[in-house]
């Protein structure tokens, strides 16, 4: 029903920004809240940021990033800034039919993720 097609990703210093993007088809499309979740190696997928009723960023991202949403355009964007080596993962759109979502398990659509790799 939704298709999240991701774009980005790359290679920052410390301290640089960058942009992700997040394309997003589907005839539900505007029904669903919209997130970002992020996977560095041997790690578990984490929370990174999630928009519905109201938007929520992990502690670890809190005032450095920030998303956005164009509807009319079917685009999430996150805007990352003050990136740190720990900020290094892949991360990856995401979509759920639920009001607000803190977990993998809640997510009903994901993109194929985009690295992100931020140097010391």
């Known amino acids: 029903q939704v298709q999240l097609i991701e774009s980005g990703g790359g290679l920052v210093q410390a301290g640089g920004s960058l942009r992700l993007s997040c394309t997003a088809s589907?005839?539900?499309?505007?029904?669903?809240?919209m997130g970002w979740f992020r996977q560095a190696p041997g790690k578990e997928r984490e929370f990174v940021v999630w928009?519905?009723?109201?938007?929520y960023y992990a502690d670890s991202v809190k005032g450095r990033f920030t998303i956005s949403r164009d509807t009319a355009k079917n685009t999430v964007s996150l805007q990352m800034n003050s990136l740190k080596p720990e900020d290094t993962a892949v991360y990856y759109c995401?979509?759920?039919?639920?009001?607000?979502?803190?977990?993998?398990?809640?997510?009903?659509?994901w993109g194929q993720g985009t690295q992100v790799t931020v140097s010391s």
């Open positions: 995401a979509a759920s039919s639920r009001k607000i979502v803190a977990a993998t398990t809640s997510v009903d659509y």
């Open positions: 589907g005839r539900t499309f505007s029904s669903y809240t």
């Open positions: 928009s519905g009723i109201s938007t």
